[in-house]
Structures are given as C-alpha cells and as structure tokens.
C-alpha cells in the first residue's frame, strides 16, 4: 500500500515538542492517517531520541520500540518526539535541558510530568493521542493538569522495549487522549507480549469501553483525602464520586496504612534503579567528547557533571548511597518491604470491592518555578506512586475545575483489570459530557 505523507503544523507555542516530524503512514489499521505523539525516551528509528537530556543530544536510536512499531503497523504517523523531564525525572517537565513545557490551559502553569509534552500536544489539539511512561505517576499526573485521560496500564501488560531506562520495575507505558476511547483504542494497539521484554505478560487489549458500571463496588481510601490534598480539589473529587453512585456503583471507605510509607519506598527504590541504569552514560557511547587526557575518573566525572542536570544527578546520589556497603538493608531492603505491604493492602481492599478512587494529584498545577524544593515536589506524588509500587492499572479522567484549572479523578483497580478501570473512567465521561 502506497504510503499517506502527513504534515503537522509547526506551531508549537507550549514548548511540548522536541523534534517534530512529517512521516509516512502505512496501512488501514485502527489507527490508520491519526498523528500520534512520542515521548523522548521512547526509541524511534532514525528520530532524535535526547530524554530531554544534553547527554543524549544527537542520539538516534538505530531500532524502534515495541510499541513505536505497532503504532505503525496499527497505520498511524509519528508526529514528533515530546518534551519530558530529564530521564523522567520529574513532576513539571522543567527539569528538560531544552526549557519546560507549558501547560496548554494557562501557560503561567506547568503541565505536569514526567510526560508534560505528551499531555500538553494532546490539550492544545496538536495531535489526538500520545505515548507516556509512568514511574511514579508521570502518565496520570499531566493528564490531571492539562484536563486529559491518562492511563497506566498494568505492570507487564505493555512491551518497554525500547524504552530508555529509569526504573525498571516500576515503569510502564501507556497512552494519553483526550477522550477515554481514544486512550483505549490506543492501548488496544500498544498492549500484549512481547519476546523481547521477559515481564509482558500475555495479556492482549481488546475492549469496547462500557458504561454501564451498576454495581460496582468502589473503595475510597480516607487517605486520599487526607493532610496535604487541596480543600478544592477533594471537593470536587467527591461530586465525582457522587456522579458514579447515582451511575448506580455503591461506594465503600477504605484504608491503605502503608500510604505512609509508600513515598519514601517509591523513591529509595526508584533512586536506586537509576544509579545502576545511568551508569551507561559515560561519554564514552553517549554523550559529548570526553577528554581522555585526564585520569578516567575526572574524564567520567566531568561529563556526568556537564551533561547531567541537577534533579538527575540529585537522584543518582540518593541511589548510590542506599545501595552502598553499610546501607543497602537500612534503606533498599527495607524499601522492598514496604513496596510489599502496599501491594498486600491493596489486595486485602480489592477482596471487598472492584475499584479504588480518589483524586489524581492533591493540587492543581503549580505556577511554573513553584515547587523549587525537591521535598515539596516528591511530596506531588503521594497519590500516584502506591499504583506503581503494586503494578495495578490507574487512570485519570477530567472530573471538574477548581480555581479555575483541571482535577482529575483516578480509578485504580486490580492487575490485569485495564478494561474495568477504563469502563469506569467511560461511564463517568459520558455521564458528565
């Protein structure tokens, strides 16, 4: 079949695209002539692929990622490679080396991140889906703030072949849309086993979402609305919620007593992944010239020191130094306990009901060099990260306003359940548009 040439309008005011792209579509697929977004630390062929990185500045990956592939194969275009926090490492995509993203609905405000970009090309209509990765809710949380769906899948229900590493066991892509069939057509494609990545599972995405949630028992965790969560933002949550009851789902509190952990387990763990999988940029493969003049350590140092950004190299020290002789067992291994125990609560709430919900960040997007501190942006994440921790799907559906900017509400639910999370953020969809 002769190829369909796409262009995309250059215009990019919101700082979301790195590199922007006119490509051949191939095929009838479902996603046949739709431009799709790609997250820069998402391998493209032949596509400058940086993580918002000036140590990758240059890079094109000689491969495509698994799911790059079936985007294609699925008919559907690149439209370019998005603008992230470096490494996704991040709550706001400042942390870019290329400057930040603007968050579409008002640019004196971030759009969120890691995937900012991606969610930011999606609100402001530049393309109808994009391609994220979530470690610790970099997927959900720019959806929530630029008034989007978001959905992490499944740990394991999506291929990360080709994506560049951060945290391995935490990490997974999904897709960003404005509307929740859109995110589910896009996930269609992207989900199922991949040889390539020994942790997908067999677990292929066929669904038509469905809005008929009566029923439903849905869990609320009086933690997710605790100390820290925006007055306005839980109110507006909880009409949510209302909405799904009279939907016909019968709503139950609940409580995750290991949400207090889960922050601090969350980011030992993360850290420590980090340190190991950016050990790789050495100047040597990646990166600028090293000068080999001076002793390797200096040469190794000094690249590192100018190539990597700050929040990249903060969170590589913090890793080191929980994986270090002395220290491993007071933090990592202690780390792993606690990822455990969310994983066990979140079991023993999912014996008694099908969902969980709650909103997706405790705030509304912050004003651009708001959260200057790294405490107050790490603590940003206290609602997305237990998600991960236990590898269970979430998504973020717009739910509302408050001052003026977008709420998501998060629907969390059982492993391997994508199809009823997506079910219950469509209800809702239909029932509020």
Known sequence: MAPRTITFEPSDPYNAFLTRCSRAAYGDGPLAGVAVAVKDNISTSGIETTCASKILKGYIPPYDAHVVGLLKSAGAAIAGKTNMDEFGMGTTTENSAFGPTLNPCDTSRVPGGSSGGSAAAVAAGMVRMALGSDTGGSIRCPAAFCGIVGLKPSYGRVSRYGLIAYSNSLE???????????????????????????????????????????????????????????????????????????????????SIPSMEYALAAYYVTCTSEASSNLARFDGVRYGPATDWKKSWHDAYKDVRG???????????????????????????????????????????????VDVIAGPTMPTIAFRLKEKSDPLSMYL???????????????????????????VGLQIMGRMFEDERVVDVAYAYEQAVN
Request: with cysteine; net charge neutral; glycine share 12%.
């Open 172 to 254: 997974q892509i999904g897709p960003l849309g404005k509307t929740v069939s859109d995110v589910s057509t896009l996930m269609g494609v992207i989900a199922g086993h991949d040889r390539h990545d020994s942790t997908t599972y067999n677990r292929p995405y066929h669904h038509a979402p469905d809005a008929d949630i009566k029923g439903l028992k849905v869990g609320i965790p009086e933690e997710y609305f605790g100390t820290g969560v925006d007055l306005g933002v839980a109110g507006v949550v909880r009409k949510a919620i209302g909405r799904l009851e009279e939907l016909g789902a019968a709503t139950f509190p609940c």
């Open 306 to 352: 100018a190539a990597f950004g700050m929040e990249v190299r903060r969170r590589i020290m913090l890793g080191t130094f929980a994986l270090s002789s002395g220290y491993y067992g007071k933090y990592y291994a202690k780390a792993q306990v606690a990822r455990e125990n969310v994983r066990a609560d979140f079991n023993r709430i999912f014996r008694d």
């Open 380 to 406: 940003a994440d206290i609602l997305t990260v237990p998600a991960n921790l236990a590898g269970i799907p979430s998504i973020s559906v717009p739910c509302g306003n408050s001052e003026g900017m977008p």
